[in-house]
C-alpha cells in the first residue's frame, strides 16, 4: 500500500525558513512534487523533481525561495522553504507518480497523494 506522509509544517514569521519533508513508502517513486492549497482556491504547483534529482520544475511564485530535493535511499522528497511570505500560506501535499514518465506539473499527473501540512506565515 502507497503512503505519503508530510511533516516540517507550523507557524513562521514572514522572511523565516521551513522544511518540509515527505516520506514515501509501499512503492518505487519517479517524478515527485509538492503542491498546496490556500483556502478557496485551487490546487497549485509548487515543485516537481525526477527521481535521478536531475530535473526540477518550479512554479513561478517560488522560483528563487524553494528548493526540492529528494533521498531515494530513505524514499523521501523534501520542500526547503526560505524567505516566506504570508502568500506562502496554505496546507501543502506531497504527490508521486508510480509510472515512468513526464515529470508533471499539474495535480492529474500523479497518482499517491500525502493528507498534507499546514503552513503558516505572519505578517
Known amino acids: 500500500q502507497v503512503q505519503l506522509s508530510e511533516s516540517g509544517g507550523g507557524l513562521v514569521q514572514a522572511g523565516g525558513s521551513l522544511r518540509l519533508s515527505c516520506a514515501a513508502s509501499g512503492g518505487t517513486f519517479y517524478a515527485m512534487a509538492w503542491f498546496r492549497q490556500a483556502p478557496g482556491l485551487e490546487r497549485e504547483f509548487v515543485a516537481a523533481?525526477?527521481?535521478?534529482?536531475?530535473?526540477?520544475y518550479y512554479g513561478d511564485s517560488v522560483k528563487g525561495r524553494f528548493t526540492i530535493s529528494r533521498d531515494n535511499a530513505k524514499n523521501t522528497v523534501y520542500l526547503q522553504m526560505n524567505s516566506l511570505k504570508p502568500e506562502d500560506t496554505a496546507v501543502y501535499y506531497c504527490?508521486?507518480?508510480?509510472?515512468?514518465?513526464?515529470?508533471?506539473?499539474?495535480?492529474?499527473?500523479?497518482?499517491?497523494w500525502g493528507q498534507g501540512t499546514q503552513v503558516t506565515v505572519s505578517s
Open positions: 504527490a508521486a507518480d508510480l509510472v515512468v514518465g513526464v515529470i508533471g506539473r499539474t495535480s492529474y499527473e500523479y497518482d499517491s
Open positions: 523533481i525526477g527521481r535521478s534529482g536531475r530535473v526540477i
